[in-house]
């Protein structure tokens, strides 16, 4: 499985971005998957995913702002990330877990793939 994670950039408190993480072959059909934001020197947190019943869950302090969603048919995923605050600013993360473990997606460690990371910045 190879993940790669782009649509990050420098943008205004209030402004928008999208994220998308390409897959390699089918990498997002009934799997869990979620993106995840690590600021500098923080851990690496749950930002938004897609539970193994592919119901959808946020961290909360993105609830209305963010909005997770894939396209199967393109292998992608994506994080539409509105109204963006200064302390959204992290690289963002794309996971897929290479078994299916039915655990506790807001942890990293239910993951085994990762993208490579794309850097957000908010400025205010």
């Known amino acids: 499985v190879q993940l790669q994670a782009s649509g990050g950039g420098l943008v205004q408190e209030g402004g928008s971005l999208r994220l998308s993480c390409e897959g390699s072959?089918?990498?997002?059909?009934?799997?869990?998957t979620a993106w995840f934001r690590q600021a500098p020197g923080q851990e690496r947190e749950f930002v938004a995913g897609f539970t193994w019943s592919r119901t959808t869950l946020y961290k909360d302090s993105v609830k209305g702002r963010f909005t997770i969603s894939r396209d199967n048919a393109r292998d992608t995923l994506y994080l539409q990330m509105t109204s963006l605050k200064v302390e959204d600013t992290a690289v963002y993360y794309c996971?897929?877990?290479?078994?299916?473990?039915?655990?506790?997606?807001?942890?990293?460690?239910?993951?085994?793939?990762w993208g490579q990371g794309t850097q957000v910045t908010v400025s205010s």
């Open positions: 996971a897929v877990p290479s078994t299916v473990t039915y655990g506790n997606i807001e942890s990293p460690a239910e993951y085994q793939h």
């Open positions: 072959v089918r990498t997002f059909n009934n799997a869990a």
